[in-house]
C-alpha cells in the first residue's frame, strides 16, 4: 500500500469518526453560512495540495526504486546518497510549507490545545521521518520553528518582538525571519 493511500485511508477514519464536517452554526445568517464555505473550500484546497505533494513524492519514489541501472554505475565522485533519492526527500518538503504557509502564516489563532495539537501531529512526522535519518526536525524547518514559538511563554514573546533578529537565533530559531515570527507572536498574543 502506497502512503499517499494510507494517508487518504487515515483521513476518511478521522472524518468518518468525527461525523460529518459542520461548519459554522445553522440559522445564524448569511456571513456565518459564507464563512462556512470559505473555511470548507481551504480544507478541500488543502487536502487537494497535500495529495499533490504526496503524489509527486510516491512517483520520485518509484523513479528511484525502478531505476535498478543505478545500482550498476559509478559510484559519483562527492555523493553518498543518491541523487533521485535526494529529489523525493525534498519534494517533501513541501509538507513543511503546507503546514507553515496554511497554518501558522494563516493568522490562526491557538489555545493551548490548539498549540497542543499540532505540536502532537508534527511530533508524529518527526517520527515517521525519524526512521530515515537522525535529525528529522531538519525536514520540517519553518513548521518546527513556528511551534518552538507558540510553545513559549508570553513575556518571551514580548522579548521577541523587542529582540529582533538577534533574539531569534540566541533561541535557536534561525529558519524564519523577523517578520514571520513577528507575524506568529501578534496573531498569538493580540
Not at 22 to 28: A, H, L, Q
Not at 41 to 63: M, T, Y
Not at 80 to 98: F, P
Not at 129 to 143: E, M
Request: aromatic letters at 10%; a positive charge.
Amino acid at each position: 500500500m502506497r502512503f499517499s493511500q494510507v494517508y487518504k485511508m487515515e483521513l476518511s477514519i478521522c472524518q468518518s469518526s468525527h461525523g460529518e464536517r459542520s461548519f459554522g452554526i445553522p440559522g445564524r445568517g448569511i456571513i456565518d453560512e459564507e464563512i462556512g464555505k470559505l473555511e470548507e473550500f481551504r480544507i478541500n484546497w488543502a487536502e487537494k495540495i497535500s495529495s499533490v505533494i504526496l503524489r509527486g513524492s510516491d512517483s520520485h519514489c518509484r523513479d528511484y526504486i525502478k531505476n535498478k541501472r543505478h545500482w550498476h554505475e559509478k559510484h559519483e565522485e562527492g555523493w553518498t546518497v543518491s541523487k533521485s533519492l535526494i529529489g523525493a526527500l525534498d519534494y517533501l518538503q513541501g509538507i513543511d510549507r503546507l503546514i507553515f504557509t496554511g497554518i501558522l502564516m494563516n493568522n490562526v489563532k491557538f489555545n493551548n490545545g490548539g498549540v497542543e495539537r499540532l505540536g502532537c501531529d508534527l511530533e508524529v512526522l518527526y517520527g515517521l521521518f525519524g526512521l530515515w535519518c537522525l535529525r528529522p526536525k531538519s525536514f520540517f524547518p519553518k513548521a518546527s520553528e513556528g511551534i518552538k514559538l507558540l510553545k513559549m511563554c508570553e513575556k518571551k514573546f514580548q522579548d521577541c518582538l523587542a529582540g529582533g533578529e538577534r533574539w531569534l537565533k540566541e533561541n535557536g530559531i534561525r529558519q524564519l525571519s523577523v517578520a514571520e515570527a513577528e507575524k506568529i507572536v501578534k496573531v498569538e498574543y493580540s
